[in-house]
């Protein structure tokens, strides 16, 4: 006795009508053809990838808004079939590699991102300000330029609000800086100034918990050098919106 199958319903065309890089049909693109060497300018951060089916009872998956994270990235677009058949359509991407003249210097990111350093901090940042900000100047400098930030635990962050003791990585695709975020005023890390952060100084003023690292740093409310009741003071005039501290 042999087990009959049925056969699987629905239509089994999973071909592609066409298949797009940025809005421009991959070159030589057929729908029975399966794999794709594509190549990129050196910086390319994202590309976006739009499969148009044949069958309109097919899916798609895979397509979109893609990341490049690498010089070699593979992006596989899956078509399904309404009958569950699959077939899929390989993009073989290659970043190439910038040249020196491409390459702009740490130094020149950092001068054009709109915040303040030195070597060992970023600050000129108010609270509540949006970590995009400081991304999106340092992406119009260079394609190849880009900002990271993680925060004290070194968990990524990809949206928010800047804290004392974030950790800012800016490349120029070919060296890397880092630099820790301090926030006047934000003594705890919490992104904001309040009644924590002046309880804080006066902890340390006293000797009951001492603060360190840019932690003590961000307790220089009124950068004199010291910490002190004029710290306190000026965190307080913040907080009850008599003076902000500059920053």
Not at 77 to 92: D, E, F, I, K, S
Not at 174 to 197: A, E, F, H, Q
Request: net charge neutral.
């Amino acid at each position: 006795t042999y087990a009959v199958t049925s056969p699987s319903l629905g239509n089994p065309n999973n071909y592609l009508k066409d298949l797009k890089v940025n809005g421009t049909t991959v070159s030589g693109f057929s729908y029975n053809d399966y794999e794709y060497d594509i190549t990129l300018p050196a910086g390319t951060k994202s590309i976006n990838v739009a499969a148009t089916k044949i069958n309109g009872n097919a899916s798609i998956s895979g397509d979109g808004n893609i990341t490049i994270g690498s010089d070699k990235k593979t992006v596989n677009v899956v078509v399904t079939a309404q009958n569950g058949r699959t077939r899929t359509y390989t993009l073989n991407i290659t970043r190439t590699q910038a040249s020196e003249d491409d390459i702009v210097d740490i130094s020149t990111i950092m001068n054009k991102s709109g915040v303040k350093y030195n070597d060992k901090y970023i600050f000129g940042i108010y609270e509540n300000t949006n970590i995009n900000s400081l991304v999106d100047n340092v992406e119009k400098v260079s394609e190849l330029a880009s900002a990271s930030i993680k925060d004290k635990n070194g968990n990524t962050k990809n949206s928010g609000v800047f804290k004392t003791g974030d950790v800012v990585t800016i490349s120029n695709s070919k060296d890397s800086v880092s630099y820790t975020v301090l926030i006047y005023g934000d003594i705890n890390g919490d992104g904001v100034i309040d009644k924590l952060d002046y309880l804080a100084v006066l902890r340390h003023y006293y000797n009951y918990a001492k603060l360190s690292g840019v932690y003590k740093d961000a307790a220089d409310a009124n950068h004199d050098g010291k910490i002190d009741k004029l710290d306190y003071l000026a965190i307080l005039r913040d907080y009850y919106g008599y003076a902000k501290i500059s920053h």
